[in-house]
T-cell receptor, first 116, second 116 residues
Framework: AQKITQTQPGMFVQEKEAVTLDCTYDTSDQSYGLFWYKQPSSGEMIFLIYQGSYDEQNATEGRYSLNFQKARKSANLVISASQLGDSAMYFCAMREGRGTASKLTFGTGTRLQVTL | GAVVSQHPSRVICKSGTSVKIECRSLDFQATTMFWYRQFPKKSLMLMATSNEGSKATYEQGVEKDKFLINHASLTLSTLTVTSAHPEDSSFYIC????????????FGPGTRLTVL
């Protein structure tokens, strides 16, 4: 089974609108972390936001917020007030395990296109 | 945020030659570094995890004799693609994590390898 599932291969959003990118995960661990990364066409992976499994509040970082629904095992990324520069691939990732044994597993990504 | 560099950013080589890619953490000590491979329009696939001073742990299906990883210091890990073939052409991304309590995993800008 896929550990991280991103069901939207591509999304369009109009500039200044909000958009939600979906992510569901599968783990039997009690302690895990969820991440979102942005990858523009240059290829670099840009960290956006992190949510720990024990965090009670949804994480927020500027225009990014993570809608964490633990019972449903979902960690959707919400981008508010979209900008043209937000056009990129977005990857959801999960870190399981502890210490040096922990590693990130990535979803298949969602390509976001912001339009005028 | 912390900076991870990779060198070279692009390399073109002939089939049969070996290529070395360097990954450096510039402003922190990385006890753990990760090497990923990304095919066009695909997700990042973890190849191996390296801990400073010990042998790398390879993911299932990754040939350790083909992809040699060395993590000799807390700021440098190298990936050597030995006897490269066209099917090794890919985007290779390294990542580093500071185990001193940070949740983020910092990524290098990637190296695009083309084997002719």
């Amino acid at each position: 089974a896929q550990k991280i599932t991103q069901t939207q291969p591509g999304m369009f959003v109009q500039e200044k609108e909000a958009v939600t990118l979906d992510c569901t995960y599968d783990t039997s661990d009690q302690s895990y972390g969820l991440f979102w990364y942005k990858q523009p066409s240059s290829g670099e992976m840009i960290f956006l936001i992190y949510q720990g499994s024990y965090d009670e509040q949804n994480a927020t970082e500027g225009r990014y917020s993570l809608n964490f629904q633990k019972a449903r095992k979902s960690a959707n990324l919400v981008i508010s007030a979209s900008q043209l520069g937000d056009s990129a691939m977005y990857f959801c990732a999960m870190r399981e395990g502890r210490g040096t044994a922990s590693k990130l597993t990535f979803g298949t990504g969602t390509r976001l296109q912001v339009t005028l | 945020g912390a900076v991870v560099s990779q060198h070279p950013s692009r390399v073109i080589c002939k089939s049969g030659t070996s290529v070395k890619i360097e990954c450096r953490s510039l402003d922190f000590q990385a006890t753990t570094m990760f090497w990923y491979r990304q095919f066009p329009k695909k997700s990042l696939m973890l190849m191996a995890t390296s801990n400073e001073g010990s042998k790398a742990t390879y993911e299932q299906g990754v040939e350790k004799d083909k992809f040699l990883i060395n993590h000799a210091s807390l700021t440098l890990s190298t990936l050597t693609v030995t006897s490269a073939h066209p099917e090794d052409s890919s985007f290779y991304i390294c990542s580093a994590r500071d185990m001193a309590g940070h949740n983020e995993q910092f990524f290098g800008p990637g190296t695009r390898l083309t084997v002719l």
